[in-house]
């Protein structure tokens, strides 16, 4: 209402000209009475009161729809730095990129996230075809792949995607959020493009310097083997598996329980898959494992665990089994992973779940702040969906969980001061009427690609000149006066230092280039 | 139809289990007669049939939404190329950037685009706020700038926006298209900014290579003043001037045709308009235009054409007066406008719209196809509309057009090679076995920052490794083999000359750098 009043008050200073209009006309006729002035006045004051009623009404909000937010140039020049850095990583292992509409046909992403297709945000139908915001990169990718029948590509994609769910902004979980995604499409022999997704993983959580972190894989025909010799029925499979997903985020006896009470389990055969997921190891964990007389029963458990151990002599090879941990407890959720899957975490190795007494719904969220920051895993079967002839194309893929990234780094830069441009050179006058020399020079600079700006003021002063240098982190300041342009030279100020040289206009450019380029 | 052969192959695949499976029960049971197999296959065969029938009805189709397109690597390799060149000019002219969400509440864009707003694409009521998919990024930033109570700043955002207009794509007219815009918020001495605006249209249109150009600029207070001495009345300001605004699509005839008979202003006035919208010029004109006996009797006139006098002596000073031409006859349509507009066209200055006998609906939309890449204008009452206390800050920006830039420089590329990747080297081998040496050196390779790759395959063909060099545009080979290994060498193959040098490993990197660094 507050910020209304303002409104109002326009409005009624319209509404008593118009009044003031409405007195001359009544004057105007003859034999006009007080009584019917009075008459007219009451009947404005009703339309005055009717007016105030409405505004109340048309209050408008002025806000970004829920779950969403604007970036300010700070958080922008973030944002920009990790893609940087995640691009080049791409790039680096010679990945193509691609784009695809923020919306699909509705029914391209019908039947492809089971439960959570709830969470879709649907476009209304203003005559034509029936719309949706694309879900994830995966889905449009696979589509992609099929529409254009594409049997091999390695390609990166980074984009907005969309979920109705509930936000929790602060941790960095919102509707409205970025994925980059890289992913290989082909038929390759196994387990060297699923290394080289975890060298790229490794290096970028490197690069970005967010701490230690380390890599979970698992593959879910390991799982599957796995409950399969625990005695789990075939039923049950998926369902167990989404409880052994929790395990990050709640402790075993949690775990088990809800296994067992809630889900019909026998407890011989959850103690069993107990045993097994408190295992985390290498090389060494799957050759043993290949040995193990019950995991061995299991074909698919053997093929899982014969590419883990192929998998760790390549990431052997690609220098990153410090990072990597072959964890049995990992159980990613999507349905569509048909192998190799993993997640990388911040935090060192063999971060313990917090203890059963602590493991409450806002802890479990706050345990997520630091939690998940990259995944992916192999999904064979899914561009096959597409497929009007049901070709796979085998892919493997992770995705960098940049919103959470980009809130821690947002954290560590609250304090910070980030430039938000890359101005090198601000053209300042120490006297007036110096206007046109400013933009002279201006124009000098840009044409040698010298990143510079002048204030669009006439005649501003000195200090605000170097104050607005200040604040914006512009380093050097080129300073004229009736002096240096008789002089042919002009004032080169470092604002950090305060140190002022006498340049010729000659030299500036170099001049400038030198003080400026990176060391 | 043809495409589901396969599907409905399948189908019937898992027919025949089921009919097979029927009539093994079948015959279990005693005392089975084959007329009644006989009925039971007429049963299965009719069921063969509805099935049939209802896979035409579901077939699903592999395509984007109308409107919409992929963009495979070659043309991201274009669109990045632009917008590395527009984003390098905003930077160099001190902007920073924002982003904002792809949808706005619905009450946001109300009443911001007059008739255009039918073309709003609206999302579903899923439950929450109705919400809209953005339609510029004009006023999302307004509403950004009165959100942040910012009263300036320099920004710029290349996002994309939605249409839900009739699509002609082979002219780059799509439902979903990037913008790529650059404002300045701020009260600030007349007209520098506005000159800033037209610096920056010159430089990216002149770096993009896209061969000739001019921008048209003009004021709405010269086109509303013009209307006034020519005696237009004051509520046929807006329709006359939307008529104007055809005159880069219809000739003079057609354009006086409509003013008259179907706007119905008299024949005097037309002519009058007509004398005046065929002037062009550069600040001469504006000069003579302030003692036109008539014009000079327009308050609003003046201020314009005082401003214009200003305007060019600013963009003298930064060197663009040859790329713009001040043109009575630009009108653009967009209400928020409140002083200087412009809009740059490819091709010389001064090409002449198509004579009357060629003007049809095809050739006025060919005609497009060259036409506007850029345009923008001062808007000073659009964050006003935002404010809750209605302060205004003023504004000027401009809009650069990529997605016709983009259809330009993609039919240029057609016959081209464009390098979708950026990868360097090649880590090939030329004999069986060398998987792991081959891992070893690429990450090496990666480890230096060297974009790198090898292939997938155990023990691929030399032949095709250099195939997929040739293909994709790697410039240089590292070839592994048992000789090299044991002397500690690398033989380096440049794939253009096919020559070959022994380079031992040592030297690799430093040899790599040198021969792929940018000239």
């Given at each position: 209402?507050?910020?209304l009043?303002?409104?109002?008050?326009?409005?009624?200073?319209?509404?008593?000209?118009?009044?003031?209009?409405?007195?001359?006309l009544l004057?105007?006729?003859?034999?006009?009475t007080?009584?019917?002035?009075?008459?007219?006045?009451?009947k404005?004051l009703e339309?005055k009161?009717?007016?105030?009623g409405?505004?109340?009404k048309?209050?408008?909000?002025l806000?970004?729809p829920?779950g969403t937010r604007?970036y300010?140039?700070k958080?922008?020049?973030?944002?920009?730095?990790?893609?940087?850095?995640?691009?080049?990583?791409?790039k680096r292992h010679?990945?193509?990129?691609i784009?695809?509409?923020?919306?699909?046909?509705?029914?391209?992403?019908?039947?492809?996230y089971?439960?959570?297709?709830k969470?879709?945000?649907?476009?209304?139908?203003?005559?034509?075809?029936?719309?949706?915001?694309?879900?994830?990169?995966?889905?449009?990718f696979?589509r992609?792949?099929?529409?254009n029948?594409?049997?091999?590509?390695?390609?990166?994609?980074?984009?907005?995607?969309?979920?109705?769910d509930?936000?929790?902004?602060t941790?960095?979980?919102?509707?409205?959020?970025?994925q980059?995604?890289?992913?290989?499409?082909?038929h390759?022999?196994?387990?060297?493009?699923?290394?080289?997704?975890?060298?790229i993983v490794?290096?970028?959580l490197?690069e970005?310097?967010?701490?230690?972190?380390?890599?979970?894989?698992?593959?879910?025909?390991i799982?599957?083997?796995?409950?399969?010799v625990c005695?789990?029925?075939?039923?049950?499979f998926?369902?167990?598996?989404s409880?052994?997903?929790?395990?990050?985020?709640m402790c075993?006896e949690?775990?088990?329980?809800?296994m067992?009470?809630?889900?019909?389990?026998?407890e011989?055969?959850?103690?069993?898959?107990?045993q097994?997921?408190?295992?985390?190891?290498?090389m060494d964990?799957?050759?043993?494992?290949?040995?193990?007389?019950?995991?061995?029963?299991?074909?698919?458990?053997?093929?899982?665990?014969?590419?883990m151990k192929?998998l760790?002599?390549?990431?052997?090879?690609f220098q990153?089994?410090?990072?990597?941990?072959?964890?049995?407890?990992?159980a990613?959720?999507?349905?569509?992973?048909?192998?190799?899957?993993?997640?990388?975490?911040?935090?060192?190795p063999?971060?313990?779940p917090?203890?059963?007494?602590?493991a409450?719904?806002?802890?479990?969220e706050?345990?997520?702040?630091?939690?998940?920051?990259?995944?992916?895993?192999?999904y064979?079967g899914?561009?096959?969906?597409?497929?009007?002839?049901?070709?796979?194309?085998?892919?493997?893929?992770?995705?960098?969980?940049?919103?959470?990234?980009?809130?821690?780094?947002?954290?560590?830069?609250?304090?910070?001061?980030?430039?938000?441009?890359?101005?090198?050179?601000l053209?300042?006058?120490a006297?007036?009427?110096?206007?046109e020399?400013r933009?002279?020079?201006?124009?000098?600079?840009?044409?040698?690609?010298?990143?510079?700006?002048?204030?669009?003021?006439k005649?501003?002063?000195?200090?605000?000149?170097?104050?607005?240098?200040?604040?914006?982190g512009i380093?050097?300041?080129?300073?004229?006066?009736?002096?240096?342009?008789?002089?042919g030279?002009v004032?080169?100020?470092t604002?950090?230092?305060?140190?002022?040289v006498?340049?010729?206009?000659?030299?500036?450019?170099?001049?400038i280039?030198?003080?400026?380029?990176?060391?």
């Amino acid at each position: 209402m507050n910020t209304l009043g303002s409104f109002t008050i326009q409005k009624l200073t319209g509404l008593s000209a118009f009044r003031t209009g409405m007195f001359r006309l009544l004057r105007s006729v003859s034999g006009i009475t007080v009584a019917q002035i009075d008459v007219e006045v009451a009947k404005l004051l009703e339309l005055k009161l009717r007016l105030g009623g409405d505004d109340v009404k048309h209050q408008f909000v002025l806000k970004t729809p829920k779950g969403t937010r604007d970036y300010n140039p700070k958080q922008m020049a973030i944002r920009e730095k990790v893609f940087n850095t995640i691009v080049s990583c791409f790039k680096r292992h010679g990945a193509e990129t691609i784009d695809t509409p923020v919306f699909e046909l509705k029914e391209t992403l019908t039947g492809k996230y089971g439960e959570d297709s709830k969470l879709i945000y649907d476009l209304k139908d203003q005559g034509g075809e029936l719309l949706s915001l694309r879900y994830d990169l995966t889905v449009p990718f696979a589509r992609y792949l099929a529409m254009n029948k594409i049997s091999n590509i390695k390609r990166y994609h980074i984009a907005k995607v969309y979920r109705r769910d509930n936000p929790a902004m602060t941790r960095g979980r919102y509707r409205e959020f970025y994925q980059c995604d890289f992913d290989i499409a082909g038929h390759y022999d196994p387990m060297i493009p699923d290394a080289e997704c975890l060298r790229i993983v490794s290096e970028i959580l490197g690069e970005l310097d967010l701490g230690d972190f380390h890599i979970k894989v698992n593959d879910r025909r390991i799982l599957d083997g796995m409950f399969a010799v625990c005695g789990v029925p075939d039923d049950k499979f998926r369902t167990i598996c989404s409880t052994v997903d929790k395990l990050d985020k709640m402790c075993w006896e949690d775990v088990k329980n809800e296994m067992v009470k809630e889900k019909g389990l026998s407890e011989e055969a959850a103690d069993m898959i107990g045993q097994y997921v408190s295992m985390q190891g290498g090389m060494d964990l799957a050759v043993r494992l290949l040995e193990d007389p019950k995991m061995s029963q299991s074909k698919q458990a053997c093929a899982g665990l014969s590419d883990m151990k192929q998998l760790f002599s390549y990431l052997e090879l690609f220098q990153v089994t410090d990072k990597v941990v072959f964890d049995l407890s990992l159980a990613r959720g999507l349905d569509y992973y048909t192998g190799v899957i993993y997640e990388a975490m911040l935090g060192p190795p063999g971060a313990t779940p917090p203890p059963p007494s602590q493991a409450g719904a806002p802890k479990a969220e706050e345990s997520l702040s630091v939690g998940s920051v990259a995944g992916g895993g192999r999904y064979d079967g899914l561009v096959g969906m597409f497929d009007p002839k049901g070709r796979a194309v085998p892919c493997v893929g992770v995705s960098i969980g940049v919103e959470r990234i980009f809130s821690i780094l947002e954290q560590k830069a609250e304090a910070e001061k980030v430039r938000t441009t890359e101005v090198q050179v601000l053209v300042a006058s120490a006297q007036k009427n110096l206007l046109e020399e400013r933009l002279r020079l201006v124009t000098e600079l840009w044409n040698a690609g010298i990143k510079a700006e002048s204030m669009f003021k006439k005649n501003p002063k000195l200090l605000s000149q170097l104050q607005h240098c200040e604040e914006s982190g512009i380093p050097l300041v080129a300073i004229l006066g009736e002096q240096e342009l008789k002089n042919g030279m002009v004032k080169l100020r470092t604002v950090a230092t305060r140190e002022e040289v006498d340049v010729s206009r000659a030299d500036l450019i170099e001049e400038i280039r030198k003080r400026t380029s990176p060391v």
